[in-house]
Structures are given as C-alpha cells and as structure tokens.
C-alpha cells in the first residue's frame, strides 16, 4: 500500500470518527430538548376564595429523576418523579389571585430536572369564579355593568333572584368568553320589580334554577328604596 493511501486511509477513518461523533452529539442534544410539559386546564379556575387543582403532565426527562415544579409569577408548586418511561403526572393547586373579584392572569410552570438542571415550560391561566358590578351600589332600576369570570366557557349566564327559596326573577346576561369564562354586561341592578329587600342571587348557566347547578356564584342582593 502506498504512502498516499495510508494517507486517504487515515483521513477515511478520521471522517468517519467525526460523523459518528456529531451524530452521537445529535442524538444527545434531541433528547436535552426532548422534555415537555403541559396543563390539561387551559384555564384553572378558583371557586369560593380557595385554589383549584390543576393538572401537570410531562414527558422526555430521565427515569426515577425529581422534578421540581414552579409558575412564574409565583404561587404554584410542587414535585413529581419521573416514571421508567420519562413521563410524569401530578396534581398542584393553582396559583391564588391578588383579588377575589372577576380576574384572570396567565401563568408560566416551569419544570426543573433535579438532578441534570434540564428544564421545560408552558403556560396556563387562572380565574376566580366571581362576579360584581360597578357601582357596587345603585338604585335597583339603574343599569351598571357586570363583570364575570371562571363560568362555563361558551355558556349562557343566568341569575336567579330568590326570596325564602322561590324564584321571583331571573336574567340572562350573554355568553361567557375565552377559555377563562369572561363576561361584561351592562343590565339592571335589579330586573324583576322590587317586593323584598334580600334576596339571594344564584349565578350560574342553567335557564332553570337549581340548587344543584355548577359551577355557581352564590351572593346576596340587599335592594332599598331610593
């Protein structure tokens, strides 16, 4: 064999070290990005000032490996530990809202690998079921605007007036919007004619009402005589 093909030789096999590297090197990084995570709740909602549950799903990390969970802002969190396959599920509460009025706030989870610091993100919003209306206060025949959140999204809201558990009224306000439930309406403060002072208001996406309805906002509706 010549010099000049020990020399092609040489360089062949050198090639050759150098594809099978960068393809290990591939290899390695498509599964440093491979790890995923996502909310089955596209919007977690907190009903009666308490946080809701949200569901965290992940795949691509290392088997047995910690992960740690963390939203951005703050105020979800939790743990969970990779099965022989890599994935994940676990239940955390959602993060709690600055206010309990009608709200929704998008989030960022992050997941952190404890272990080799790999990590994945998305995103999930959060709404109070809530509703109010501006002004607070108002003669009962004037309109103001309600606002409501965490209903049934694509669902038609209802209020239903009670007084000693009989219906006197009830008012269809539109349907709710986004992913969060979201309405503003502005309607009556009060749309029956007035014979009591209390009555108690059931909000919920039922035309008839019933105790049993969800999810409902339960608030009590106190009228006087302007």
Known sequence: MSVCDLLSGSRRMGLAV??????????????ASAQAIGVTQACVINAGGGAGTMTVIGSGFVAGDSIDL??????????????PTGAFTTSIQAPILSTFKPAAQPFTLTATDEDNGATAATTFETANLAVATNPATAKPT???????????????????????????TTAKFGRAQGACG??????????GRQR???????FDDSRNYSPHSSPKFVATLTLFRL
């Open 196 to 202: 009591f002072q209390t009555y108690k208001v059931q």
């Open 142 to 168: 004037r309109k103001v605007t309600y606002s409501f959140s965490g209903f049934r999204p694509g669902a038609e809201i209802y209020a239903h007036y009670l007084h000693r558990k009989k219906v006197q």
């Open 182 to 191: 979201l309405l503003k309406r502005k309607a009556r403060f009060y749309p």
């Open 18 to 31: 150098v594809s099978a590297a960068l393809a290990t090197s591939g290899v390695l990084a498509a599964q």
């Open 70 to 83: 963390e939203s951005t802002p703050a105020g979800a969190f939790g743990t969970a530990i990779a099965d």
